[in-house]
């Protein structure tokens, strides 16, 4: 169980990992991160703003994005995703962000999906990959949506494999 007020992690009614025991005394000042390979990260990144509020969308580094959220500020910080979309484990430190105002009035929020670059080229090559010529058609469309879906946990030829010491 994850207990964000204590800030704790507990297994067996015992803590086992304190995340950030020691807060910051400035949640605003920037704090270093860091971003395991082709993963999203929900984490909480220091902001000036109050209340409830958009970020938007912005590239850190190239392939480090900060995910677009509808998200409350509270103490000097929000939640958000911030995607690394590199082969690379990358330390990043997160600066302050803003929240764009909210109007009180009824609005629309339109929601965009764009392909990240690379991810039809790494389709591709997955497709290469298999051979499905001997499946029927309804064989080769359920694999086909299932490689579309988790193309990420596919190994392909030079992806750095990733290992835990989690046990």
Known sequence: ???YCSRQTVLNNEAFVNF??????NKTEPC??????????????????KGLGLLSK?????????????????????ATGIINTTEIELTIELPCF?????????STLTVTFTAVT???????RLRNQLRLEHLNGEERASIVAIYGE??????????????TSTT
Do not use: Q, W
Request: glycine residues 6%; charged residues 25%.
């Open 118 to 124: 690379g991810s039809d080229c790494r389709l591709s």
């Open 20 to 25: 950030d025991p020691k807060p910051r005394a």
């Open 58 to 78: 912005t590239e850190f580094l190239p392939g480090v994005y900060l995910a677009s959220s509808l998200t409350r500020a509270i103490n000097g910080g929000c």
């Open 150 to 163: 988790y193309n990420d946990i596919f190994h392909l030829p030079g992806d750095k494999l990733t290992c």
């Open 98 to 106: 803003d929240l764009e105002d909210l109007d009180n009035k009824e």
């Open 32 to 49: 270093s991160l860091t971003l395991k390979t082709r993963i999203e990260n929900i984490v909480r990144v220091p902001n000036s703003s």
């Open 1 to 3: 169980m994850i207990n």
